[in-house]
């Protein structure tokens, strides 16, 4: 059995825990909060007695085995060392870090320590990404990867009214890029590795953060171009387009329907089935690791992390966003 602690109360760790509900060998151990109370009313949702308000407490106690860390990005690297330098695994909410400097001090530690740093970024593991992967000859010579995540943010409401909400601000390294826009870049990196060139546009936001952006990446034989938004919807599904045929993919961010449309116009659905919930996936592989004495995945690998934190931070200096953490 391991024992999960979680730090940050929001709706995203409340969808890690119904997902990982579902393993037979995840036990949710303790809840950490800045406030003991808004703690104590995460953790009785869950039955769990165990609150901290102090990440060195939490790091250090034998209640946990491993941690889920999904506090806003700019903690994320901080944060995870204590558990790092304290023995504890790490699964860590994506974007994994502010930069690619925090990364490599997180994957230091991580060796260093012999405990296992894994970024929670759940495209990868999803059932019809695999089978992208295991499809991916059938479509020829790929001559363009199109990824494509516009998602209108509730949060923007606010931010037109006046309040600016984590979600827009630069000191906690957030915007569309780190947020909706490493869903498009991660799965390119699995896929086809690192690109030759990064070019960035984005529309910058007064608050200092981008409301939305694109990346053109040129790989030898074909070009990648990403489109994200936090400030407007697109319907678009994203595709990997080969001379013999395209991958079309429902949602870059959780593939379901994935299907190759050939030249001749016939349509072979390569979709396989999602039994659980989409995060699920993410947990199986790092509790399955765990259970192994693996220190690194084989799929969301810290060369795959580095490389999608390089182009992101290429991107952001390409727009001129910089954070806080930057500094």
Not at 16 to 29: G, K, P
Not at 119 to 127: D, G, H, N, R, S
Not at 147 to 175: E, H, M, V, W
Request: glycine share 6%.
């Amino acid at each position: 059995m391991i024992k999960l602690g979680v730090i940050g109360t929001n709706w995203i760790t409340d969808s890690l825990i119904e997902a990982a509900s579902n393993l037979t060998d995840f036990q949710l151990s303790a809840v950490y909060s800045r406030t003991e109370e808004k703690g104590r009313e995460f953790a009785d949702k869950y039955n769990v007695d165990t609150v901290f308000t102090n990440i060195e407490e939490m790091a250090q106690s034998d209640s946990i085995d491993a941690v889920y860390i999904a506090s806003p990005n700019s903690y994320h690297a901080e944060q995870a060392i204590v558990f790092l330098e304290n023995g504890k695994h790490v699964l860590c909410e994506k974007p994994i870090a502010s930069n690619p400097k925090e990364l490599e001090a997180m994957i230091d530690s991580a060796k260093k320590n012999k405990v296992l740093l894994m970024e929670a970024l759940k495209t990868t593991l999803i059932p019809s990404f695999t089978a992208l992967q295991q499809n991916l000859h059938k479509i020829g010579q790929v001559r363009r990867y199109f990824a494509n995540y516009c998602q209108y943010s509730s949060r923007y409401d606010a931010y037109r009214g006046g309040t600016i909400l984590n979600a827009f601000n630069p000191k906690f390294s957030n915007g569309s890029l780190m947020d909706l826009g490493v869903y498009c870049i991660y799965p390119l990196v699995v896929l086809f590795g690192k690109p030759n060139s990064v070019k960035a546009n984005g529309t910058m936001l007064a608050s200092g953060v981008d409301g939305g952006g694109s990346l053109i990446l040129e790989y030898d034989q074909f070009e990648a171009v990403i489109m994200h938004s936090k400030i407007t919807n697109s319907y678009l599904p994203s595709e990997i387009q080969g001379e013999e045929g395209s991958l079309v993919i429902d949602k870059i961010s959780a593939p379901e329907n994935v299907e190759i449309r050939y030249r001749d116009g016939s349509v072979e659905n390569i979709s396989e089935e999602i039994t659980y919930p989409t995060m699920y996936y993410e947990m199986e592989e790092f509790i399955n690791l765990i259970k192994a004495g693996k220190l690194e995945s084989s799929v969301n690998t810290y060369e795959n992390s580095m490389i999608t934190s390089q182009i992101v931070a290429e991107a952001r200096k390409q727009m001129g966003l910089i954070y806080p953490a930057d500094q």
